[in-house]
């Protein structure tokens, strides 16, 4: 049968090049509270991504909260949102006291349908929290001309595209602010990480306080803030990702070749990758049709007979979760509906093996 394979595993530099950065963290017992490496990271990850300014935080859950409370909105508003993602992006929504209002998305990339948007807003709206989904970019053209007509603020949840491109545009210029996860499964990772891209110096500081007790001194503390830094081990192993994050994608390009050259001989199996942008190869998510002879559970259970581990990504929707159910206004979700019951993402890692790519292929082909 052979060894386990997994949808994921965590990129890590060479053992020795980490040891050898975090040594100094012994003689100056600095090891959090915004430190050398801390302030190092955040330099470099603003050239990298080509943004103005951006906060490192513990997680990428607590970027996506703090960047939503940031901007103050009153307790009961209503963020339009998508249901197709990770529980966090909802979560947030919720935690801030503000109401999700769940809009569909498009079939060809899982990214929320600006065509849906529109007929859900309200005089209780503030804002619109797209996800690039994947690493698929939203359609941030069209939804930035409905936040303009209706005075929203857009706050991307940018998990999913850490590095991604838009016509040579850092992707998290787009939007009021844009929020990244470093978790150990990301493409990126610091281990536990996140990070909130702000447009602007004054927004960073909010993003300053809120994360850091609203402290501004020895004495002074002068807002009500949590406790989201990120540590400096974390910052460390961020940097030395950082370095190779080019290798990074460059293998993981590798497999999804293989996964795009397979799956086209295959009929019912569709990548749901959008090709058209400088992409990441984070993931990588199939359409499982009706077409293809088996559903999606039933596939999914074949992988993991042959001890191959992939992904419901995302099942249930959001919106569907126990927490959730008949808590919020339904929306007619029918396409997240669909694509909730049809898509696996596959395994995808720099050390993803010939070998184990190939197991992976014909279990997809073993009708």
Same mark, same amino acid.
């Given at each position: 049968?052979?060894?386990?394979?997994?949808?994921?595993?965590s990129?890590? $530099?060479?053992?020795?090049?980490? *040891?050898?950065?975090?040594? $100094?963290?012994?003689?100056?017992?600095?090891?959090t509270?915004?430190?050398?490496?801390?302030?190092?990271?955040?330099?470099?990850?603003?050239?990298?991504?080509?943004? /103005?300014? +951006?906060?490192?935080?513990?997680?990428?859950?607590m970027?996506?909260? !703090?960047?939503?409370?940031?901007?103050?909105? #009153?307790?009961?508003?209503?963020?339009?949102?998508?249901?197709?993602?990770?529980?966090?992006?909802?979560?947030?929504?919720? %935690?801030?006291?503000?109401? /999700?209002?769940?809009?569909?998305?498009?079939?060809?990339? &899982?990214? *929320?349908?600006?065509?849906? +948007?529109?007929?859900?807003?309200?005089?209780?709206?503030?804002?619109?929290?797209?996800?690039?989904?994947?690493?698929?970019?939203?359609?941030?053209?069209?939804?930035?001309?409905?936040?303009?007509?209706?005075? !929203?603020? =857009?706050?991307?949840?940018?998990?999913?595209a850490?590095?991604?491109?838009?016509?040579?545009?850092?992707? &998290?210029?787009?939007?009021?602010?844009?929020?990244?996860s470093?978790?150990?499964?990301?493409?990126?990772?610091? *281990?536990?990480? @996140?990070?909130?891209?702000?447009?602007?110096?004054?927004?960073y500081?909010?993003?300053?306080?809120?994360?850091?007790?609203? +402290?501004?001194?020895?004495?002074?503390?002068?807002?009500?803030?949590?406790?989201?830094?990120?540590?400096?081990?974390?910052?460390?192993m961020?940097?030395?990702?950082?370095?190779?994050?080019?290798?990074t994608f460059?293998? %993981?390009?590798?497999?999804?070749?293989?996964?795009?050259?397979?799956?086209?001989?295959?009929d019912?199996?569709?990548?749901? =990758?959008?090709? @058209?942008?400088?992409?990441?190869?984070?993931?990588? /998510?199939?359409?499982v049709?009706?077409?293809?002879?088996?559903?999606?559970?039933?596939?999914?259970?074949?992988?993991?007979?042959?001890? *191959?581990?992939?992904?419901?990504?995302?099942? #249930?929707?959001?919106?569907?979760?126990?927490?959730?159910?008949? %808590?919020?206004?339904?929306?007619?979700?029918?396409?997240?509906?669909?694509?909730?019951?049809?898509?696996?993402?596959?395994? =995808?890692?720099?050390?993803?093996?010939?070998?184990?790519?190939?197991?992976v292929?014909?279990?997809?082909?073993?009708?």
């Open positions: 049968m052979g060894k386990p394979i997994y949808v994921t595993k990129s890590m $530099p060479p053992y020795e090049e980490y *040891i050898e950065v975090i040594k $100094p963290l012994w003689e100056t017992h600095w090891l509270n915004m430190g050398k490496w801390h302030q190092k990271l955040e330099q470099k990850l603003s050239e990298y991504l080509d943004v /103005p300014e +951006i906060s490192l935080l513990v997680n990428g859950h970027a996506l909260e !703090l960047a939503i409370q940031s901007f103050q909105f #009153p307790e009961g508003a209503e963020v339009i949102t998508t249901p197709f993602t990770f529980i966090s992006t909802t979560h947030a929504i919720v %935690r801030n006291k503000l109401v /999700p209002v769940f809009c569909d998305v498009k079939e060809s990339d &899982g990214t *929320i349908d600006p065509d849906k +948007i529109e007929s859900l807003i309200t005089d209780k709206t503030v804002a619109i929290l797209p996800v690039h989904v994947y690493g698929n970019v939203c359609d941030v053209e069209s939804i930035k001309q409905i936040a303009d007509k209706y005075d !929203l603020k =857009i706050i991307y949840d940018a998990a999913h850490f590095g991604v491109r838009h016509k040579d545009i850092g992707i &998290g210029n787009y939007g009021d602010v844009s929020v990244f470093f978790h150990a499964t990301k493409v990126f990772n610091t *281990i536990e990480g @996140g990070a909130v891209v702000c447009k602007n110096h004054e927004l500081e909010k993003m300053y306080n809120l994360k850091n007790f609203g +402290i501004r001194g020895e004495e002074e503390v002068s807002y009500i803030g949590a406790n989201a830094k990120m540590n400096e081990f974390c910052a460390v961020g940097l030395c990702n950082l370095k190779r994050v080019g290798e460059a293998a %993981r390009k590798r497999v999804y070749e293989r996964y795009n050259n397979a799956i086209a001989e295959i019912g199996i569709v990548s749901l =990758i959008n090709k @058209g942008e400088e992409m990441n190869y984070s993931y990588y /998510p199939v359409l049709e009706d077409s293809y002879g088996c559903s999606r559970d039933e596939l999914y259970n074949r992988f993991k007979k042959q001890e *191959i581990y992939v992904r419901k990504y995302f099942y #249930p929707l959001t919106m569907d979760c126990d927490c959730y159910r008949d %808590r919020y206004k339904k929306s007619c979700v029918e396409v997240a509906n669909y694509l909730a019951d049809r898509v696996l993402a596959l395994p =995808i890692y720099e050390e993803l093996e010939d070998a184990d790519i190939k197991r292929i014909e279990v997809i082909r073993s009708q």
